[in-house]
C-alpha cells in the first residue's frame, strides 16, 4: 500500500511541475509575441513565490489571496523592470533582464525574511491539481482569446515591425509594457502555485539556469501559436522523468535541443504540424484553426 | 591608503582577466553583431585543458598555456561552422544565435563534465614559483606579475594583428561594414572563422589565468560567474569597441576588489548587476561604444 | 532639411520629387514623426504637430507607405489591412476574452472593411496570401490599402510605382484619382516615375539637396530651368573626344541579363558592353535597375539568366571575393567608406585582393608604390592620410572611394552615382579625376543620374528604363537627345 501511494505522490509532483512550466513558458511567450525576449521569468516566479510562502506561512493567509497578492508583486516589478528597458533592441534587453534576475537571486539570498540561502521550508502543502490545472485552464483560455483579438494582432505587429506598428497608430510602448505585465503576473502565479506543493523555495529558483530551462520550454515547443509553449513546458519536464537514466546527460540534452531547434526548427517541435507539412491528417488546417503564425 | 593601493593593485590584476576575456565577446560581437554565451564554456574548456596538460602529461606552463589557446581557439572554428554558419546561412534573427549559443554552452559544459568531473580542480602548487615583491605598502606577488604580463603582451599581440596585418585589416573592415569588405574581395566565412578562432583562443587563455591566480578554480562550471561579468564588462565599455573592453574588464576588477573590501561582500554579485541594468538603460552603446543603427 | 516650406491644400495631389538624395523621404520621416526637425514647424489642419510620435500623428489623420516596404510580412493581406484599423477600433483585451458584443461586432466589421478596401486596389482575391508571398506591385498597393484603413485624411505614398510596369502605374493613377474625387484624399507622393507625377498630380514641389527649387504645376515646373539642371546638369562644354570601341574584346560584356531579388526582377534581358579604354555610362531614372546592374557585375547579385563575362572569363554566379580577385573594382553608391577606419587603412583596404600583395605582414612593394603614387595624386587625401574616414567631407569620402578602388589596380573600376550629394565644383572635381584615370588606361563603367554630365565624360551610353536597355549610342549622340530628358522628365 505504501508503495503505491509513494508512486502516486511522485507522479503527482511531476504532473503539477508540468503543469508549472507550462505556465512559465506562457509567461516567456506573451513577451516573444511583442517579440521582446525577457530572460527575467525565473526571478518574476521566484518573487511571486517568496511572497505567497511568507504570506501562508508567517500571516496565515489563505491560498488564493496569497497567489493573488504574489502575481501583482511580480507584475509591478515586471512594469517597472519593462518601462526602463522597453527602448532596448533583441540583444540588450535580454541581457538586462538576465541581470534583473541575478540581482533578485542575490537579494533572496542575502535577505532575512527570504531566510538567506536556505530559502523558505515547511510551506503548507496547499496546492493540488485543479489549483495548477485551473490556473493553467484559465491562462489558456486567455491567450486563446488574446490571438484572435485586436490587441494580439497588435503585438504582432510589434513584433514584425515596430516602426510600420507605430505608423499604424499603435502605441508600441503601451503594448510592450502591457505584455510585460501579463508576463509578471503569469509568471508571479506559478511560482505561488509552486512554492504551495514544494513545500520550499530558495534562491536557486532566480538563477540564469532557470531562466535558460524556461526559455527551452519556449523554443521547444515553438512560438506560433500558445499551445507550443504548454506542450513544450510539459514535455520537457516529463521527458527528463521519464529518461531519468540519463540523468548525466540532462545539460547536454537542454543544449542540444535549443541548438537543434533554433537551427533546424525554428517554429519549434511542432512546427511541422501547425505548418501543414505532415500530411493529409492535418492538411494544413490545424494552424489556421489555432492561428498559428510563422516567427524566427 | 595603503590598503587601497592594495586592492587597487589586486583589482588590476583580476580586471586585466575579465579584459582578456572580454575581448573575446567584443571580437565576436564586432563581427557578427552577436553575443556568443558560449564563450564562457570556453574558457572553462581552455583552463581544463591546461590541467589536463599540466597534471597527467605533465608539460610546463608556456606548453600548456600553448596547448590551451590552441584548443580553444579550434573549439571556437568548430562552434562557428557548426552552430552559427547554419544559421547565418538561414538569414536567422540575431536571436537565434543567442539561443544556439547558449544551448551550445550547456552541452560543452556537459561534456566537460563527463570527462573531467564536477569538483573543482587546482594546478599543482608551485606552476608558478610563490614569491613575492615588495614596493612600499604594495605587494605584488610573482603570480600576479606573471598574469598582468600575459594579459599586456596577448593586448600588444592582438593590437598588432589588427592595424598591421592584412587579416587584421579584413576583420576590422568586416566589422565595420560587410558590403563594403565583400566588394574589397573579402572573404566573409573565413574572417569570421578567424575571429572566433581568436575569440576563442583568448578565453581559453584567460581560464588558464583564472585557474593560476585561484586555487581551487578550475572546473566546468567556472565559465558562469566570468560570463556574465564579461557581459557587464563589454555592456560598461561599449559593445564591438576593443578598448572598451579593455577598460570595462580593468573596472569591473578593481570595482569587484573595492566592494568586496569596502561593501558587504555577499552584495558584490548584486552591485555588479544593478550597475549593468542602470548602464544598458541609460546608455545601452556604453562608455565607448558607437551606436549602429539600422533604423527606419 | 534646409529650410523646406510648402503646404498642401485639401484635396491636392502634389508630387515631390528631387533627385537621389534630395531630402524626400527624409521629409516624409519628418511629417510623420520617426524624426525630430531642429528648427520649424509642421501643421496638419490647422494643428502643430512637430513633434509628435507616429503612433499620434496617425491618429490625427496621416497616413503613409514606406519607400522599402513595411509589410507585416507574415500575416495575410487582409490581416494587414485589418492592423491598419487598429487606430480607429476600440475593443479592448477585457472584450476579447468575454466575447462582447462590442467585439464581436468590430471583428465582423474590420474583415468586411479589409475586404472592401482589398478590393478597391484590386486585391481581392488574394486575401489570404502572406504578404511575403505577393509579387512586388501587389505588396505596394497593400501598403496603401493598409495606410488607407487608417482612415486618413492626409495619404503620403512613398515610391508606390517603384517596380510597377506601364499597366499597373496606369491603375495606380486611377486609384490615387479616385481616392481624390470619392474619398476627398489629399495625397502628397513622393516619386521618380514622371509620367505617373505629371499624369497625376495637380502641382509638384521640387526638392534638391534638401531645399525647395520649385514649386508649381506640372508644366511649368517641366520647363524650369533650375529643375532641368538639378536632374540633368548643365550644358558645358565637351571636355574629350568621344572614342568609338577599341579593337579587341570588350573588357566587360554583359549579355541578356536578368536578374533581381526576392521581391521580383529588376533587369529584363540587359546587354552592355565596355571595350578597352572607354568610359560607359549607364544612365536612367532612379528606380530603372543601375544600382542592380553594378551589383549583378560584382556578384553581390545573382542573375537568374544571361552571361557576363570579364575580358573572355564567365563570371556570371561567380563568389564577390573572386570577381574582385580578377580586377573588379566597384566604387558603391554613398561611397561606402570603412567610416571607423583611417585614410590609409582603407586605400590598403583596397588592395586586398591584389595578387601581388607580399606575405601576411610585410607589403609587397608595388602596393606601397601605388599607395604613395595615390596620396600624391590626391592631395587632399595625403595630407589627411591618418584621419578616420568618417570624418571627411563627402567630395573627400568620394576620391576616398575612388582612390581606394584604383588600389586594386582594376581591370575595371565602375563607379555608382559618384556626383551623389556632392556641390557642383567639387562634382567637377571627381569627374576631372575620372577623366585622368580613364586616361592613363582604366575602363570604367559609370552610373550616373546626372545624365549630362555623365554623356559628356563618357564614350558610350546605354540609357536604362524599368531594367530595359532603351537607347544605346555614342555618347555624344545622346547628349541632345530628346528621349533621355523625357526618361527622366516625363
Known amino acids: ?296 | 591608503m595603503a590598503v587601497f593601493l592594495q586592492q587597487l593593485v589586486n583589482g588590476i590584476s583580476l580586471g586585466s582577466v575579465y579584459a582578456l576575456f572580454a575581448l573575446g565577446f567584443t571580437l565576436v560581437f564586432g563581427v557578427l553583431e552577436i553575443i556568443n554565451l558560449a564563450h564562457p564554456a570556453v574558457l572553462a574548456v581552455g583552463a581544463l585543458l591546461a590541467y589536463t596538460l599540466l597534471v597527467d602529461a605533465k608539460v610546463g606552463l608556456a606548453l600548456a598555456v600553448a596547448g590551451a589557446c590552441a584548443g580553444a581557439g579550434l573549439l571556437g572554428v568548430l562552434l562557428d561552422a557548426v552552430a552559427f554558419r547554419p544559421l547565418r546561412l538561414r538569414g536567422a534573427s540575431r536571436l537565434s544565435s543567442l539561443i544556439t549559443s547558449i544551448g551550445i554552452a550547456l552541452i560543452l559544459v556537459n561534456l566537460a563534465q563527463i570527462v573531467w568531473g564536477t569538483e573543482p580542480l587546482s594546478y599543482p602548487p608551485g606552476t608558478v614559483p610563490l614569491r613575492f615583491f615588495t614596493a612600499g605598502p604594495v605587494t605584488v606577488s610573482l603570480l600576479q606579475g606573471v598574469v598582468l604580463a600575459t594579459v599586456v603582451a596577448l593586448m600588444i599581440g592582438l593590437r598588432l594583428l589588427l592595424v598591421r596585418t592584412r587579416l587584421g585589416l579584413a576583420i576590422r573592415a568586416v566589422a565595420e561594414n560587410p558590403q563594403t569588405a565583400a566588394l574589397l574581395g573579402m572573404p566573409f566565412d573565413r574572417v569570421v572563422a578567424f575571429t572566433f578562432f581568436l575569440s576563442s583562443a583568448l578565453g581559453g587563455i584567460a581560464g588558464v589565468l583564472v585557474g593560476m591566480l585561484f586555487q581551487g578554480s578550475v572546473s566546468p562550471f567556472m565559465g558562469n560567474t566570468y560570463g556574465l561579468k564579461g557581459l557587464a564588462a563589454i555592456i560598461l565599455g561599449g559593445m564591438g569597441d576593443i578598448t572598451g573592453a579593455v577598460l570595462g574588464g580593468l573596472a569591473m576588477g578593481i570595482g569587484e576588489v573595492l566592494i568586496v573590501q569596502y561593501l558587504n561582500s555577499s552584495y558584490r554579485d548584486a552591485v555588479a548587476f544593478g550597475l549593468l541594468f542602470l548602464v544598458l538603460v541609460l546608455r545601452p552603446t556604453g562608455l565607448l561604444g558607437q551606436q549602429r543603427s539600422r533604423e527606419a | 532639411m534646409d529650410g523646406v516650406s510648402f503646404t498642401v491644400r485639401e484635396g491636392e495631389i502634389v508630387g515631390l520629387i528631387g533627385p537621389n538624395g534630395a531630402g524626400k523621404t527624409t521629409l516624409f520621416n519628418l511629417v510623420t514623426g520617426f524624426l525630430a526637425p531642429t528648427a520649424g514647424r509642421v501643421r496638419f489642419r490647422g494643428a502643430d504637430i512637430t513633434r509628435w510620435s507616429p503612433d499620434r500623428v496617425t491618429a490625427a489623420g496621416v497616413a503613409r507607405t514606406f519607400q522599402n516596404i513595411r509589410l507585416f510580412r507574415d500575416m495575410a493581406a487582409a490581416e494587414n489591412v485589418v492592423v491598419g484599423q487598429h487606430v480607429r477600433t476600440t475593443a479592448t483585451l477585457a472584450d476579447a476574452v468575454f466575447a462582447t458584443p462590442r467585439y464581436r461586432a468590430e471583428e465582423r466589421e474590420t474583415r468586411t472593411r479589409a475586404r472592401e478596401l482589398l478590393a478597391l486596389v484590386g486585391l481581392a482575391d488574394r486575401a489570404a496570401v502572406p504578404a511575403r508571398s505577393l509579387a512586388y506591385g501587389d505588396q505596394r498597393r497593400l501598403e496603401i490599402a493598409r495606410a488607407l484603413a487608417t482612415q486618413p485624411r492626409l495619404l503620403l505614398l512613398d515610391e508606390p510605382a517603384a517596380g510597377m510596369n506601364t499597366a499597373e502605374t496606369q491603375a495606380l493613377m486611377t486609384l490615387i484619382r479616385r481616392l481624390r474625387d470619392e474619398r476627398g484624399m489629399t495625397v502628397l507622393l513622393i516619386e521618380h516615375d514622371m509620367k505617373l507625377v505629371m499624369g497625376v498630380c495637380n502641382r509638384i514641389v521640387v526638392l534638391n539637396f534638401g531645399r525647395t527649387i520649385a514649386d508649381g504645376a506640372p508644366d511649368e515646373v517641366r520647363r524650369d530651368p533650375g529643375v532641368i539642371e538639378a536632374y540633368l546638369g548643365t550644358q558645358t562644354e565637351r571636355l574629350r573626344e568621344a572614342r568609338g570601341p577599341s579593337p579587341g574584346a570588350p573588357v566587360l560584356a554583359v549579355e541578356r541579363v536578368t536578374a533581381g531579388y526576392a521581391a521580383g526582377d529588376v533587369l529584363h534581358g540587359v546587354s552592355l558592353e565596355v571595350g578597352a579604354g572607354q568610359i560607359v555610362t549607364l544612365i536612367g531614372a532612379n528606380g530603372a535597375g543601375k544600382t542592380t546592374l553594378l551589383r549583378t557585375i560584382s556578384g553581390l547579385v545573382r542573375p537568374r539568366g544571361g552571361t557576363i563575362r570579364l575580358r573572355g572569363t564567365r563570371v556570371d554566379g561567380a563568389r564577390p571575393d573572386r570577381i574582385v580577385g580578377l580586377g573588379v573594382a566597384h566604387v558603391p553608391e554613398g561611397r561606402q567608406v570603412l567610416a571607423r577606419m583611417t585614410v590609409l587603412d582603407n586605400l590598403r583596404a583596397g588592395a586586398f585582393a591584389r595578387r601581388d600583395r607580399g606575405f601576411a605582414g610585410r607589403r609587397g612593394a608595388a602596393v606601397e608604390q601605388d599607395l604613395a603614387a595615390l596620396l600624391t595624386g590626391f592631395p587632399e587625401l595625403g595630407e589627411r592620410r591618418m584621419q578616420i574616414a568618417g570624418t571627411l567631407s563627402g567630395g573627400e569620402q568620394q576620391m576616398l572611394a575612388i582612390a581606394r578602388g584604383l588600389m586594386a589596380r582594376p581591370t575595371l573600376l565602375m563607379l555608382d552615382e559618384p556626383s551623389l550629394g556632392l556641390a557642383p565644383r567639387i562634382v567637377a572635381r571627381i569627374f576631372g579625376i575620372i577623366r585622368e584615370v580613364n586616361a592613363e588606361g582604366t575602363p570604367i563603367l559609370l552610373v550616373e543620374q546626372n545624365a549630362q554630365l555623365a554623356l559628356e565624360t563618357a564614350d558610350q551610353g546605354y540609357v536604362l528604363e524599368t531594367g530595359r536597355v532603351v537607347r544605346a549610342d555614342r555618347a555624344d549622340r545622346l547628349l541632345g537627345d530628346e528621349a533621355v530628358r523625357r526618361a527622366y522628365l516625363g
Open chain 1, 1 to 296: 500500500m505504501n508503495a503505491v501511494a509513494d508512486l502516486y505522490a511522485a507522479y503527482s509532483t511531476l504532473v503539477l511541475f508540468a503543469g508549472v512550466a507550462a505556465l512559465l513558458a506562457l509567461s516567456i511567450y506573451v513577451t516573444l509575441m511583442a517579440g521582446q525576449l525577457s530572460l527575467g521569468n525565473a526571478a518574476l516566479a521566484t518573487i511571486g513565490g517568496y511572497t505567497a510562502a511568507i504570506l501562508t506561512k508567517t500571516y496565515h493567509a489563505a491560498l488564493w489571496p496569497a497567489l493573488l497578492a504574489g502575481a501583482a508583486l511580480a507584475t509591478v516589478v515586471a512594469v517597472l523592470i519593462g518601462i526602463p528597458c522597453l527602448r532596448l533592441r533583441g540583444i540588450y534587453l535580454a541581457i538586462a533582464t538576465l541581470a534583473f534576475g541575478e540581482v533578485v537571486r542575490v537579494a533572496a539570498l542575502n535577505l532575512t525574511i527570504t531566510g538567506g540561502a536556505l530559502g523558505l521550508v515547511g510551506i503548507a502543502p496547499l496546492v493540488s491539481f485543479p489549483h495548477v490545472y485551473g490556473a493553467l485552464a484559465v491562462a489558456a483560455f486567455f491567450f486563446y482569446r488574446l490571438e484572435r483579438s485586436r490587441t494580439g494582432r497588435a503585438l504582432a505587429a510589434i513584433r514584425e515591425d515596430e516602426a510600420a506598428a507605430q505608423a499604424m497608430g499603435i502605441r508600441v510602448t503601451a503594448y510592450k509594457v502591457l505584455a510585460f505585465s501579463i508576463a509578471g503576473f503569469i509568471a508571479g502565479l506559478a511560482g505561488g502555485l509552486a512554492v504551495h506543493f514544494t513545500y520550499l523555495i530558495n534562491p536557486a529558483q532566480a538563477s540564469f539556469g532557470e531562466a535558460v530551462t524556461i526559455l527551452t520550454y519556449a523554443v521547444f515547443g515553438g512560438t506560433g501559436t500558445f499551445i507550443g509553449p504548454i506542450l513544450g513546458g510539459m514535455a520537457l519536464t516529463v521527458l527528463p522523468e521519464a529518461l531519468r537514466f540519463l540523468k548525466e546527460y540532462r545539460l547536454l540534452l537542454d543544449g542540444a535541443i535549443l541548438v537543434l531547434v533554433t537551427t533546424y526548427l525554428p517554429n519549434g517541435v511542432l512546427d511541422p504540424v501547425f505548418a501543414g507539412r505532415l500530411g493529409p491528417v492535418f492538411a494544413g488546417r490545424l494552424g489556421p484553426l489555432l492561428r498559428w503564425r510563422r516567427r524566427a
